[in-house]
């Protein structure tokens, strides 16, 4: 597909914010019908999110408290890139933080982001399989309850939305359609 002509000139940015993950920016624009207008966003290093699949086909998910939103969350195990670290480092390294799993095969399934109008994180997911128990090491903020189910268990989750993180979904209907 060719790229199209961008419709919105940045014209002046400014950093309004520097966290330890994200950084808070303010553009002033130009549309294509010459008027000013500002744009918020949200700039973030890129994440991983990994399907794990155990033999007995099942799926490896991850429960944990999400302050952002007040809830409790099921999630597909993901986790923020490092600074010069590569991508399927960094899903190695979260799969095995995150649920003592480590993986012999990995595929790269597809690029997406998770909130384009505000916040540039894009995001790349992975199925891993051939999966091997070790230990989990959690970061010292993370409290995570590990949750192995089935198809027909995660199917059911799904329909009485409980299963509510947008890259678990697109991790999982991959999964349920691959």
Same mark, same amino acid.
């Given at each position: 597909?060719?790229?199209?002509?961008?419709?919105?000139?940045?014209?002046?940015?400014?950093?309004?914010?520097?966290?330890?993950?994200?950084?808070?920016?303010?553009?002033?624009?130009?549309?294509?019908?010459?008027?000013?207008?500002?744009?918020?966003?949200?700039?973030?290093?890129?994440?991983?999110?990994?399907?794990?699949?155990?033999?007995?086909?099942?799926?490896?998910?991850?429960?944990?408290?999400?302050?952002?939103?007040?809830?409790?969350?099921?999630?597909?195990?993901?986790?923020?890139?490092?600074?010069?670290?590569?991508?399927?480092?960094?899903?190695?390294?979260?799969?095995?933080?995150?649920?003592?799993?480590?993986?012999?095969?990995?595929?790269?399934?597809?690029?997406?982001?998770?909130?384009?109008?505000?916040?540039?994180?894009? !995001?790349?997911?992975?199925?891993?399989?051939? &999966? +091997? @128990?070790? #230990?989990?090491?959690? %970061?010292?903020?993370?409290?995570?309850? =590990?949750?192995? !189910?089935?198809?027909?268990?995660?199917?059911? &989750? +799904? @329909?009485? #939305?409980?299963?509510? %993180?947008?890259?678990?979904?697109?991790? =999982?209907?991959?999964?349920?359609?691959?």
């Amino acid at each position: 597909m060719e790229r199209e002509k961008i419709p919105e000139k940045t014209i002046k940015s400014e950093q309004l914010y520097q966290g330890k993950i994200v950084k808070l920016r303010k553009d002033t624009i130009i549309l294509p019908d010459g008027r000013k207008a500002i744009r918020e966003i949200v700039e973030h290093p890129g994440a991983v999110v990994i399907l794990a699949e155990r033999e007995e086909h099942k799926i490896v998910l991850v429960r944990q408290f999400r302050k952002a939103v007040e809830e409790f969350l099921l999630e597909l195990p993901a986790g923020t890139i490092e600074l010069s670290e590569k991508i399927i480092d960094c899903a190695r390294r979260e799969l095995e933080e995150e649920t003592g799993y480590i993986a012999k095969n990995w595929q790269e399934i597809y690029h997406f982001y998770s909130a384009p109008g505000f916040c540039n994180e894009k !995001l790349t997911l992975y199925y891993a399989s051939n &999966l +091997i @128990k070790t #230990r989990s090491n959690t %970061d010292q903020d993370e409290f995570i309850e =590990i949750v192995e !189910l089935n198809r027909e268990e995660v199917q059911l &989750l +799904i @329909k009485n #939305r409980n299963i509510i %993180d947008a890259k678990s979904l697109v991790g =999982i209907l991959w999964w349920l359609h691959k």
